[in-house]
């Protein structure tokens, strides 16, 4: 009688002490939470590491769906074992950053008349990589002055590392999935940056949105019928809800690819000159979203109000000058005029046929590929004559002898 009573006791004790280390460590995670907030990240949400199914990853990959992003081929591994980022990995701390703006587009006019172009909004501000990285660097004194982490028990990345950020995110409750594969938050709509800390500290998992049939992401979860951002894609995109191929995608082409941009793709590209926000923009959970913060965010607004003949004339060093610490930068000057003749001859203004006739003689083949192009569709062939005769490029020739229908 004694013994048994004894081991109720026991175990009753256990109970207690075990619910009070629980409490004590929400209690503490809170505390941390909060102080993560006041650094500058609008979401804290915990998770509990776990390998993900790579069913979809491996299907996107196996089917090229991923262009030339040839990373994404080589860290597909990692991405579903985070233990093979960090050994003994056994959380994940996923951090956003809200850049709503009160602002009423990417976009401002310039000079009356002017053509100008469209810019993805993250881009108006300096590159998030760089601003983020100082809030992950002093979270990782927090965590070090709370928890006595060392530097070798966590690994932070802004959207570089060999994570399933929007995975994670949605499995930690910070959002769900969309049918435009994009994070969607319920506070936040379409327009946050996501940060990831992996690190061996045990935390206690938040809630997703709702219970997910998958360990991983449902997508559309809150979507219902909604299929605004299937629809309003300029270049048909989507192989499936969810499912963006790479190829066809505005953003992908005016910024990961670094060569000539398919020739059926660049009327859709219409006026954006760098990356595409459509498929976020006429998600209706916008609606909720509030400007955010800026705590880990310097916005530089004054890009939108370039005009296409502004980025036409960029001279290198100007080049430097106006998009320094940007992410624009990472197209180079090359690039960025590639971007801006696919938008001057969209645009069909015919003032633009100097600049876009000037470019067809750049040093660049890239560039005068689609000077050619645009010089062609705004109906200015006549004035291509004498770089038509030095041009040896093979690329830029096929400009050339494009039949005008397929302009």
Request: charged share 20%.
């Amino acid at each position: 009688m004694a013994a048994g009573f004894g081991g109720i006791c026991a175990r009753g004790g256990r109970s207690a002490v075990n619910a009070m280390d629980a409490t004590a460590a929400r209690t503490k995670q809170e505390i941390l939470r909060g102080r993560l907030v006041a650094l500058g990240f609008d979401e804290v949400r915990f998770a509990t590491l776990a390998e993900l199914g790579g069913e979809r990853l491996n299907a996107w990959i196996a089917a090229g769906q991923h262009a030339d992003m040839h990373w994404m081929e080589r860290t597909a591994e990692k991405r579903l074992q985070p233990t093979l980022v960090l050994s003994e990995a056994r959380a994940v701390i996923m951090l956003g950053v809200n850049y709503a703006s009160d602002a009423a587009g990417a976009t401002v006019p310039g000079a009356t008349g002017e053509p100008r172009a469209t810019w993805a909004r993250y881009a108006l501000h300096e590159d998030y990589h760089d601003t983020i990285k100082v809030g992950l660097n002093a979270a990782g004194n927090v965590l070090k002055e709370m928890y006595g982490a060392t530097r070798e028990d966590y690994r932070a990345y802004v959207d570089t590392g060999p994570v399933l950020e929007r995975g994670w995110a949605a499995k930690a409750g910070l959002g769900f999935i969309g049918k435009n594969a994009m994070l969607i938050s319920r506070r936040h709509g379409n327009w946050l940056f996501l940060a990831t800390i992996l690190t061996r500290q045990e935390f206690l998992p938040d809630a997703p949105v709702r219970q997910q049939a998958t360990d991983f992401a449902d997508t559309g979860l809150l979507c219902g019928k909604c299929t605004r951002c299937l629809e309003a894609c300029p270049t048909q995109a989507f192989a499936a809800p969810g499912v963006v191929d790479a190829r066809r995608c505005v953003s992908y082409q005016t910024i990961e690819n670094k060569g000539i941009i398919p020739r059926e793709l660049r009327a859709g590209i219409g006026n954006r000159i760098y990356g595409c926000d459509v498929c976020l923009e006429v998600c209706p959970w916008n609606r909720f979203a509030q400007a955010g913060r800026s705590v880990l965010l310097v916005a530089r607004r004054e890009l939108a109000g370039l005009t296409v003949r502004d980025v036409l004339a960029l001279t290198p060093a100007r080049f430097a000058e106006v998009f320094r610490k940007t992410p624009i930068k990472r197209v180079k000057l090359a690039g960025l005029l590639r971007n801006a003749c696919i938008v001057a001859g969209n645009s069909g203004d015919v003032s633009l046929l100097e600049s876009l006739v000037r470019l067809a003689a750049h040093e660049s083949p890239l560039v005068r590929a689609h000077a050619v192009w645009a010089v062609r569709k705004l109906g200015g062939e006549p004035a291509l004559a004498s770089a038509r005769l030095a041009e040896t490029d093979a690329a830029v020739l096929a400009e050339y002898a494009a039949p005008v229908a397929t302009l």
